[in-house]
């Protein structure tokens, strides 16, 4: 214990994030597989990328493997907060089945978990910026952890929350602060991780957490001596708030005209703000409030964007590029002043739909698939690219079944859910193909469905259209077969059961 103590001050010391403990390999190398490079931003919606056609933002490196890999235009979170979308990454399993309908705390232990696997089967494994565990270090297989969580972050707005952080151990990228510049404050800048004001940056850049996980991207691959191929996993907290950019970046989007808010009629209801604090989650702000949000947001996803391109080259400094399969997503969205909408949790495109590119070295590029993707695809995807089959049925589905060959067979649809969040008003159920979409809204039944097609902001919705009845009855009927193996509350008589009280969890969680 003493010298895993002494290790990690002498890597703090030299400004380096310090590794976690160790495992023993489990079995012998491999050298024809490939690397597994997995990439993923915090809340970064799917139409925040140059290649989905938005003219307004930045994204040359992620454009470029989408033009390189496969990019599905339909990729969605099932449960959009942070825990229970890294719980479908991590296990390759639905809401129902991996447990968590809401947010809250990830298990201590699945029966099954990613980086485990990888790393039983032969893989390096390592971890660098945010994973959400609680606690923090416990590793679900990761070898080595180079952690910034995103709790230990931005302001605080309430003396027990600021209590509680002040108690929690100091991540690795604020060790590494302190050893750079002791006397200062990396959260000077003074935004909440949920605020809606953003602003430059206060500090010099190379202070910033996003370059310090670009950095230890770079210093992890440069020195990687192992003789096992690496499962790398580098997980930005941004573009999450607080929308922080450095100011260099900040700039480049002074003049450009940031999109506006799409708001249905619908959304009337959320047009009071929630609070008088800078971290509502519903309100309509005037259209200068929310230009400045954006302009934020998406300078932070275009200083990600960096990040990526150094880590890309780097791969290809070293020849590994061709050798590595790269998967790129984000646990969720952000409304960002969509229907008076702002943070996660909704049953929204804004929310639900995130980016999703993989990259396969040798197979053909450019492609946009149709078909609906989601997170716990994720995991299926780097076993098979791995030449692995999992030891147990997932419901997730190797996205590269699409990559090689468009896919014949593909799910019609995907559930996505999220329990009470915000307020009960927010506690729901929704199907979609990626064409339509169906939400059920547990509180009091009411029905929304939309023609994502002709309607992508989900302005109009047809719910209460005669015309469109008989599409809402065909995809009432799949809601109900897709719950009715959960029972009551969530089917009662073979029709939808209201849930007032919500279900945060399903008997699976472990």
């Not at 235009?73 to 129902?96: F, M, Q």
Request: hydrophobic share 35%; aromatic share 10%.
């Amino acid at each position: 214990m003493q010298n895993r103590r002494m290790l990690r001050r002498a890597f703090v010391g030299m400004g380096i994030a310090a590794p976690s403990v160790g495992f023993q390999r489990a079995v012998p190398p491999k050298r024809d597989r490939l690397n597994l490079l997995f990439v993923m931003t915090d809340q970064q919606r799917g139409d925040c990328l140059g290649v989905d056609g938005n003219a307004a933002i930045r994204t040359p490196n992620l454009d470029r493997l989408a033009k390189e890999g496969t990019r599905f235009r339909h990729a969605y979170s099932s449960t959009p907060t942070c825990t229970p979308a890294r719980c479908g990454l991590l296990t390759g399993l639905s809401p129902w089945n991996h447990g968590m309908l809401g947010y809250g705390e990830i298990p201590r232990r699945f029966a099954y978990e990613k980086p485990r696997a990888l790393r039983e089967a032969g893989y390096s494994t390592a971890t660098i910026g945010k994973n959400h565990f609680a606690p923090w270090r416990n590793s679900h297989g990761y070898e080595q952890m180079f952690l910034d969580e995103h709790a230990a972050g931005g302001m605080v707005h309430d003396k027990v929350a600021m209590e509680k952080r002040a108690a929690e151990e100091r991540t690795d990228y604020e060790a590494w602060f302190y050893s750079q510049e002791p006397h200062l404050n990396p959260h000077v800048t003074g935004l909440g991780w949920n605020d809606y004001a953003a602003r430059p940056f206060a500090l010099h850049e190379r202070l910033h957490p996003t370059t310090w996980m670009g950095d230890t991207a770079v210093r992890y691959l440069e020195s990687y001596r192992d003789a096992r191929p690496f499962y790398l996993k580098v997980s930005f907290i941004r573009p999450h708030s607080p929308y922080d950019p450095p100011e260099r970046i900040w700039n480049q989007y002074r003049d450009v005209a940031m999109p506006e808010a799409q708001v249905g009629a619908w959304a009337g209801k959320f047009a009071a703000p929630s609070s008088d604090r800078p971290d509502i989650w519903h309100g309509k702000l005037d259209a200068r409030t929310i230009a400045n949000t954006r302009r934020g947001y998406y300078a932070c996803i275009t200083h990600v964007d960096e990040q990526i391109g150094r880590i890309v080259e780097t791969l290809e400094k070293q020849k590994k590029l061709d050798e590595t399969l790269m998967v790129f997503t984000s646990d969720h969205g952000d409304m960002t002043g969509d229907h008076n909408l702002w943070r996660k949790s909704y049953a929204y495109e804004a929310s639900v739909r995130v980016p999703m590119i993989v990259r396969l070295p040798g197979a053909k590029g450019g492609q946009v698939m149709e078909q609906p993707v989601e997170l716990r695809d994720v995991f299926p995807t780097l076993l098979d690219g791995a030449g692995l089959s999992p030891s147990r049925k997932l419901d997730g589905e190797s996205m590269l079944k699409l990559v090689r060959d468009g896919g014949s067979a593909w799910r019609p649809f995907i559930d996505l859910e999220h329990n009470v969040c915000y307020s009960p008003v927010n506690n729901w159920s929704a199907l979609t193909d990626g064409r339509m979409k169906y939400i059920f809204h547990a509180l009091d039944g009411q029905e929304q469905l939309f023609d994502l097609t002709k309607d992508p902001h989900e302005v109009r919705d047809l719910a209460g259209e005669t015309e469109a009845s008989l599409a809402l009855s065909l995809w009432r009927q799949r809601m109900v077969s897709h719950l009715s193996e959960r029972g009551a509350p969530f089917v009662v008589n073979g029709r939808l059961g209201l849930r007032p009280k919500g279900v945060a969890a399903s008997p699976n969680l472990p």
